[in-house]
């Protein structure tokens, strides 16, 4: 079992910028695949950021030269880093463990957080 637990979110103007982060508990952190992922409601959650056990990374089109994802094993953590926030990036943001994020496959894995919300005023 893993749980997560993501902080960070909060209110900031178009084109500022915040860091969440996604704290795991249990001792096979590294060996998941993190994924950054937003929903509002009546729409689709959506992929905004994958990283891989090993650092390779995978970016929605709407994420990818704004946000960064990054991991830190050490401390059982996964970052991301958003800059050149849109009011379209207003959503609320769950961090997931366990899916797979390379070329070939992505998929999201089985653990979620409770997600933390994000407001970008207009």
């Known amino acids: 079992q893993v749980q997560l637990v993501e902080s960070g979110g909060g209110l900031v103007q178009p084109g500022g910028s915040l860091r969440l982060s996604c704290v795991a508990s249990g001792s096979l952190f590294m060996t998941y695949a993190m994924g950054w992922y937003r929903q509002v409601p009546g729409k689709q959650r959506e992929l905004v950021a994958g990283?891989?056990?090993?650092?390779?990374?995978n970016y929605a089109d709407s994420a990818k030269g704004r946000f960064t994802i990054s991991r830190d094993n050490a401390k059982n953590t996964v970052y991301l880093q958003m800059d050149s926030l849109k009011p379209e990036d207003t959503a609320v943001y769950s961090c997931?463990?366990?899916?797979?994020?390379?070329?070939?496959?992505?998929?999201?894995?089985?653990?979620w957080g409770q997600g933390t919300q994000v407001t970008v005023s207009s």
């Open positions: 990283i891989t056990s090993g650092g390779m990374t």
């Open positions: 997931n463990a366990g899916g797979g994020y390379s070329a070939t496959s992505v998929f999201t894995g089985p653990y």
